[in-house]
């Protein structure tokens, strides 16, 4: 009997039990959005909409800043920039704006 059971796979993505050829291949990352709602891409360019206390720095980040080329991480609520004074930067999406 055991040659007939269909084996299941679980699907991080969903949560569920999934027959091996119904689960997904990669799951796909999360868009990563700014505060306006706008789609963010790697190397695109934001503005700071407030501004922002950087940790560790002794410095603020004035509203209206803008910041090149960013990377997106992981987690879509955050992404990873350069700023010409400080190297390492990550910003939360919530505080940039599209150019």
């Not at 306006?36 to 190397?43: E, F, Q």
């Amino acid at each position: 009997m055991a040659g007939d059971e269909e084996s299941y796979v679980y699907d991080e993505a969903t949560g569920e039990w999934l027959p091996p050829g119904q689960a997904a291949a990669a799951p796909a990352r999360a868009e990563a959005r700014d505060a306006a709602g706008n789609v963010l891409a790697d190397g695109d360019a934001v503005t700071l909409i407030k501004d922002l206390k950087v940790k560790g720095a002794n410095q603020t980040l004035k509203q209206g800043t803008v910041i090149r080329s960013i990377r997106l991480t992981d987690d879509p609520e955050e992404i990873d920039c350069r700023h010409d004074t400080i190297k390492g930067l990550v910003l939360r999406t919530e505080f940039v704006r599209k150019r």
